[in-house]
């Protein structure tokens, strides 16, 4: 259930960055390049929670956390990369708009954490018996 934020999140930030895109100004080949950057950000963000969504539906019935590790750890190596890199700039301040990737980026290092715990193993293998 922790992931269910980072789905919601990954699908209406895809959803807004491509009309962002498609919404920019210019023609000819610099329009098809910034449009094409938007569809291959809202493919990678679909694809994330395609597998997101298989990996709760499978944790749910019991089949395994194999199928949450991969996006819980995208999402979570992508909070970390840009925590470190405004750390690193010097430009990590709050701001309202802040707010929301560090819960998601919280949640999902929260629900990786437990998805690997010991306890989870032995449950999904007592699942499977």
């Known amino acids: 259930?922790?992931?269910v934020p980072a789905v919601v999140v990954w699908l209406v930030a895809g959803i807004a960055f491509f009309l962002a895109?498609?919404?920019?100004e210019g023609t000819g080949i610099g329009r098809l390049l910034v449009v094409g950057i938007g569809g291959a950000v809202l493919a990678l963000a679909l694809l994330v929670v395609f597998?997101?969504?298989l990996g709760m539906m499978m944790a749910w019935q019991g089949d395994g956390a194999a199928g949450l590790t991969v996006p819980a750890g995208?999402?979570?190596?992508?909070?970390v990369v840009v925590i470190v890199t405004l750390l690193a700039q010097g430009k990590l301040t709050f701001q309202p708009?802040?707010?929301t990737p560090l819960v998601v980026g919280g949640l999902a290092g929260v629900s990786l954490a437990l998805v690997c715990s010991p306890p989870a193993r032995a449950w999904f293998a007592r699942r499977r018996s």
């Open 21 to 24: 895109m498609l919404r920019t």
């Open 74 to 79: 995208f999402t979570f190596g992508i909070f």
């Open 1 to 3: 259930m922790l992931m």
């Open 97 to 99: 708009t802040m707010v």
């Open 51 to 53: 597998l997101a969504s």
